[in-house]
């Protein structure tokens, strides 16, 4: 199966559903292949997380002193300028 760029834009669920039913999709930009969707199979995907940061538990820190706008304006005064 071949698919255009704005096929691709308008159309991508249909094109990874097909994807998905085991089919093959050639994506083309002004009539050259430019990427092609395929399908994988489960033995493809990795056991493990594939997130960047992967699964984290943010340790809890307590609360922090109340600050205002303003107190916290005057602290970051000057940096990245």
């Given amino acids: 199966m071949e698919?255009?760029?704005r096929d691709?834009?308008?159309r991508s669920s249909q094109i990874l559903a097909a994807a998905e039913r085991g089919e093959t999709i050639t994506v083309t930009k002004n009539g050259?292949?430019?990427a092609r969707v395929v399908p994988i199979d489960a033995a493809e995907v990795p056991p493990y997380s594939t997130e960047p940061m992967g699964?984290?538990?943010i340790?809890?820190?307590g609360t922090g002193p109340?600050?205002?706008?303003?107190?916290i304006?005057?602290?970051?005064k000057g940096m990245g300028s």
């Fill in 3 to 5: 698919a255009t760029a």
């Fill in 8 to 10: 691709f834009n308008q």
């Fill in 32 to 34: 050259r292949p430019v």
């Fill in 55 to 57: 699964d984290m538990e």
């Fill in 59 to 61: 340790p809890d820190i």
């Fill in 66 to 71: 109340d600050l205002t706008n303003e107190d």
């Fill in 73 to 76: 304006e005057e602290a970051l």
